[in-house]
């Protein structure tokens, strides 16, 4: 049959290095969490600058419809303010 297996490493250093390995993990973990949280406040200030971009597309979209609408009127009915009584 085969031979018997023997484990030259002893115990200590088999935990001393899965202690440094997560260690590093936890060190990659806190990173991630830091960028992440980065992001979230990147993507709250983008948000807020296309809340007011909305508002004042929407306020110019207005007031150009108000504009024509005006000079439609005023195109087909030139005396349309002073009407005759």
Do not use: C, W
């Not at 936890?26 to 969490?33: A, H, T, V």
């Not at 830091?34 to 600058?49: A, F, S, W």
């Amino acid at each position: 049959m085969s031979d018997p297996v023997t484990v030259t490493y002893s115990l200590e250093e088999v935990l001393k290095r899965i202690e440094d390995k997560l260690d590093k993990m936890d060190g990659s973990l806190n990173k991630i969490e830091i960028e992440v949280t980065e992001v979230k406040t990147e993507l709250k200030g983008i948000n807020k600058r296309l809340d007011s971009q909305e508002f004042i597309n929407r306020s110019i979209a207005i007031g150009v419809i108000v504009a024509l609408t005006s000079g439609v009127i005023k195109l087909f009915f030139p005396n349309f303010p002073n009407l005759p009584h």
